[in-house]
Structures are given as structure tokens and as C-alpha cells.
């Protein structure tokens, strides 16, 4: 834990939970430093913001983050994939690229549909069309 001289100063604590945003960040930074840098600052500011009452409202942070980390893998996988996308999730396929991508998969996502990186996100959808025509073929030919 570093500590100020004054009662002023913020505290920064590192634990386990920073460490390992701190090595995605790191790995973001690398693909796209621009863009990712600035998102980076706003995670925190956000993060930063919701830590606190989060841990104010559970009696035990821990227990409550793993009730929302269990029930949230639930969603994805089951309504998500199963029922909705009817597609099996990127996790069976690798799971180390699943954990390392999709956060920033979701993170473009979003910046996407606020309209940033347009020239991106045309070229993503072409590249993403071209590797989806042999599987749509696919699809079809099950479906006869």
C-alpha cells in the first residue's frame, strides 16, 4: 500500500484484481495505444466510482463479487449463446484468446455503436463476413 505524508492524499492499494487489469491494459495498450489509453483512464474513473458503494452494500465484497462473476457467466453462456446466438461461445474454441479478447471485443462494441473508429469497424465487418461465408454454407447445407 503507498500512503501520502497527509491525510489528503489517495491511497493506492494493489491487489490481485488490479494486477491483472493492470496486465490487460498493458496488452491493450500494445494493439491499439491511441484508443485504448483513453478508454483505460475512463475504466478507472468508472471503476473507481462503483468500488465503493459496491463494497458498502455487500457485507462481504468477495462473496458478493462471485454471486455476480457466477451469475454473469451464466447469462453469456446460457441465454446468450445457447438460446439466442444458438452458437457455441469462443471459450470452447480457445479459451486463453476468449479471456484475453472479449473484454475488448465488447469495449469496440461499444465504441462502435457510439459511432468512433467508423473506417475500423467497416473493415471488421468485411473481414468477419469473409470468415462467416463458409460456415453460412455450411449452415445451409445442415438445414436441407
Not at 484475453?100 to 468477419?128: S, T
Request: aromatic share 16%.
Amino acid at each position: 500500500m503507498i500512503e501520502g505524508a497527509n491525510t489528503n492524499t489517495t491511497v493506492i492499494s494493489v491487489s490481485p484484481s488490479f494486477l491483472v487489469f493492470f496486465m490487460y491494459a498493458a496488452l491493450y495498450m500494445v494493439l491499439d495505444p491511441t484508443l485504448i489509453g483513453a478508454s483505460t483512464t475512463l475504466y478507472l474513473y468508472g471503476l473507481h466510482y462503483c468500488v465503493r458503494p459496491f463494497c458498502q452494500y455487500f457485507k462481504n465484497p468477495s462473496q458478493g463479487a462471485i454471486v455476480l462473476q457466477v451469475l454473469s457467466w451464466y447469462m453469456q453462456i446460457h441465454p446468450g449463446h445457447a438460446v439466442y446466438e444458438k452458437r457455441k461461445p469462443a471459450l470452447m474454441d480457445s479459451f486463453v484468446q476468449a479471456f484475453a479478447f472479449a473484454p475488448l471485443f465488447v469495449w469496440y462494441e461499444i465504441l462502435f455503436r457510439l459511432g468512433i473508429r467508423k473506417e475500423f469497424h467497416a473493415h471488421l465487418v468485411q473481414v468477419v463476413n469473409e470468415k462467416r461465408k463458409p460456415w453460412l454454407e455450411q449452415q445451409k447445407k445442415k438445414a436441407t
